[in-house]
């Protein structure tokens, strides 16, 4: 449907009486169709890119609309051809879209190309009223997301995008934004900062926030996630694995005996603040009258206990983040307004971070304002880590590209948590994928680790499969090895 609006489009007139006024209509629905098609293209190339022998591949390029007459049987383009197509689509909508909708007050903040026109026209097309359709922003946040896994361990022999373009991306949306001035003191808990949220007007951002959905009024994801024992299903069980990557408030991983004072007999104390926002571990509250959460096998009539029932957690915990802790499913249900990141500020900082680290070390800035270090030091501040000793451990691994990328990678893990990014990172960076899945049993005091789950994933799984349905029908689609 992209493609035949966009062929379509410069024939259809959108405005009979104002010639201007129907160029910029035009203009900003191509410019969202591009970018739209762009955004939509990353995904495709995403889930379903892959290796056939020693090529890398994406998907069939189709630019144009299609009739019953077409020749659907066409071959799969490189991953290289897709991911320059996607960088065209978003020039495309840059050159077209304004960098945000908002209402303008002179005609000196016009464009050039649209002069002439007044305010009120201006703003009838680009104003506010558009807010969270596709932007000039939006598309540049973009760009740096495809970027980061062009740039990638498992894709980057494919194409020509390096660390360094996805950082100088990543580095453009920040620039736009004030950098780190304006990195949101409460973008840890954007989901349940209830004033906030409450306060949203139609299309206005929290400062966290670069593009997201509607606010809906619902209480879905708690029924789904709150444990037995405040009417939820449990459905979501952080693994140990997990929580055994926050690290001590102090910063220091766990695994650091030397320093981090971590104790496996009281294991959830003196934690990353984060771990007790994130996750519902024995004796963490929940839920809108703060109740505490039992998961131990102590207790006969304990439904939040480990594997009591179908409905309990299989590892020793439940999912916080994402919820509204003032709903309340029991004895009544009050529902509470909701919404969902497209984009979030964070994951910009995170891809900077990650991209800069790889270009040009853990220090430098390349004329940048922030370096990878300076990007880490800040997201581990903002969330309470390492704020009483100078976050010693960060200082200690500064000079260590190898141990900043381990730990970039884990601050990656740890803040965008749940939102859809763990899996398909893990493949980008060629990771282990069959880690056991680990869980949390106690006892009488007792903390044990425990398998919850084997993975079996074979080596060619770090790439999906084109679907079989559309193998059988097109011979000229080639299915990437091994499945």
Known sequence: YINLFLAETDKVTWDSKDPVLNTMFNDRQKGEAYALRAYLMSYMLQAHAGKVGNVLY???????????????????????????????????????????????????QIPAKYAGIKVETYNRVFGKFFNERMTGRISKAIRAKVALMGASPAYSTGNSTTWADAATYAAQVLALNGWLANLDPNGVTWYDNKAEIDA??????????????????????????????????????????????????????????????????????????RLTKFIVFNGNTVGSTNKVINTTLDVAANDDALNRKEVSTRTGYYMKKLLRNDVSRTPTVNNQKHYRPHIRYTEIFLIYAEAANEAWGPTATNGNAYSAYDIIKAIRARAGVGTTNGDAYLESIKGDKDAMRTLIRNERRLELAFEGFRFWDLRRWNAVLNEPVKGMSISQGVYQEINVEARSFQEHMRFGPIPYSEILKYNSLQQNTGW
């Open 58 to 108: 994406g998907f069939p390029l189709v630019l144009q609309p299609e009739t019953p007459a077409s020749d659907f049987n066409q071959p799969r383009a490189t991953f290289d051809a897709c991911i320059k197509q996607i960088y065209s689509d978003l020039d495309k909508a840059e050159q077209l879209l304004p960098l945000d909708y908002a209402d303008i007050s002179n005609t000196s």
């Open 200 to 273: 949203l007007a139609s299309g206005a951002n929290p400062r966290e926030i670069l593009w997201r959905t509607n606010v809906g009024s619902n209480s879905d994801l708690e029924a789904a996630n709150y444990p037995p024992t405040l009417s939820g299903q449990g459905r979501i069980n952080p693994t140990q694995n997990l929580v055994n990557s926050f690290p001590m408030s102090n910063g220091f991983p766990i695994t650091n005996t030397t320093s981090s004072g971590y104790n496996p007999n009281a294991p959830y104390t003196g934690r990353d603040p």
